[in-house]
């Protein structure tokens, strides 16, 4: 009988919440990966709250000393053949993750490295970064959530070391479709606000098709970051669009659910820098929703376009509005891409497909 693979996970779990602390989640609760090898876990979250993301502290150079340590020590005594690792694309957190790194490399462990974020395109240019990216992707091997994210990788590390892993999310019960009675469409943006993610982008596109007596409700789901209440409902009441839009802050659970099942179509006009394959999008066709997004990071690789949904160039105020337009005058098109999105979504995108082939990786490295 082959002896199983030793694998230490050094990975984010929440808090806080965003897609690389969810999917390390997903693993670290995995039945499959944690029957499929003799792992180990470390976390690598350095910050409680979203705010403290990218910001430098006492308290996140301590933690990690205390991360690096404690790798070194799992590697002495643990003896993996595997490390798994989440690190960051650029910024100070990069720093941290390149000492880890060369670190585990100098004990002779193989290193795989998993990205859900892309570099500062700032900070890419310098040389000495691109010096060190130069180190840290030798010997290593990567995986990307999809084949557009590898074009920023391309001076570092050769396409035979790159495995291609969407992410996925846990499957929804396959029930008959939820039989909606709004009278008018409903549109949901579901993320952090942050102004990046599209929040006034959409905004302003309801502007547009209220001018056109168009009937729609747009609501607004997430924590409140960089774009806070107070400015938003300003924002709202200077649009005239207090009938149409309303914010209801972060939503989990059972919560969130509900605005998903209540919803016609989903919005996610996002031009975030760091913008990768974002979560919310497969949630959404999970349920069955045709989305309308943009062509940031991976996005037009879970987007098929005009089967699913729309995927428009970033900060295209007037052909969102268009497609929000075309959405409301077609609710008989746009329930059969939402069924073609649910279908895409079940043989693409779910938890299980994720954790397969995610074993399927590790096991042949």
Not at 57 to 78: A, D, G, P
Not at 183 to 206: D, P, R, W
Not at 276 to 281: A, D, F, I, R, S
Request: charge should be positive; include cysteine; glycine fraction near 6%.
């Amino acid at each position: 009988m082959k002896p199983i693979k030793k694998v230490l996970f050094v990975l984010h779990i929440p808090p806080p919440v965003h897609g690389a602390s969810v999917m390390g989640k997903y693993i670290h609760d995995s039945e499959l990966v944690n029957n499929s090898f003799d792992a180990r876990f470390v976390n690598l979250s350095a910050s409680s709250d979203l705010k403290e993301i990218g910001r430098l502290s006492f308290k996140k150079f301590w933690n990690m000393l205390l991360q690096l340590f404690t790798v070194l020590k799992l590697i002495r005594s643990f003896q993996p053949a595997v490390c798994y690792l989440t690190p960051s694309s650029s910024g100070i957190a990069f720093y941290r993750d390149y000492l880890l790194v060369k670190s585990i490399k100098l004990t002779g462990v193989k290193v795989l490295l998993h990205f859900h974020n892309k570099a500062q395109r700032d900070w890419l240019d310098k040389k000495y970064n691109q010096h060190l990216l130069k180190s840290f992707f030798k010997d290593v091997k990567i995986i990307l959530l999809g084949k557009e994210l590898y074009a920023e990788k391309v001076p570092f590390i050769n396409k035979k070391d790159v495995y291609f892993l969407p992410n996925g999310v846990p499957a929804k019960e396959s029930k008959a479709s939820i039989v909606k009675t709004n009278s008018i469409t409903h549109f949901l943006f579901l993320s952090n606000m942050i102004e990046e993610k599209g929040v006034y982008i959409l905004l302003q596109a309801c502007q547009i098709i209220k001018e056109q007596n168009l009937s729609f409700k747009c609501d607004f789901v997430g924590q409140y970051k960089d774009v806070s209440e107070k400015d938003f409902k300003t924002k709202v009441r200077s649009y005239g669009l207090e009938q149409e839009v309303s914010s209801h802050g972060p939503k989990y659970g059972d919560q969130k659910v509900v605005f998903f099942q209540n919803s016609d179509v989903f919005i996610f006009p996002t031009f975030y820098q760091q913008e990768c394959l974002p979560l919310v999008l497969l949630e959404a066709m999970a349920y069955g929703l045709p989305c309308i997004s943009t062509d940031n990071g991976a996005i037009p690789s879970v987007i098929t376009e005009g089967e699913t949904g729309f995927c428009l160039p970033q900060k295209e105020v007037q052909g969102l509005a268009d497609r929000m337009k075309w959405m409301i005058e077609n609710p008989d098109k746009r329930r059969k891409m939402g069924d073609a999105g649910k279908k895409r979504f079940d043989q693409n995108f779910t938890i299980d497909k994720f954790e397969k082939r995610l074993v399927e990786i590790i096991e042949k490295f």
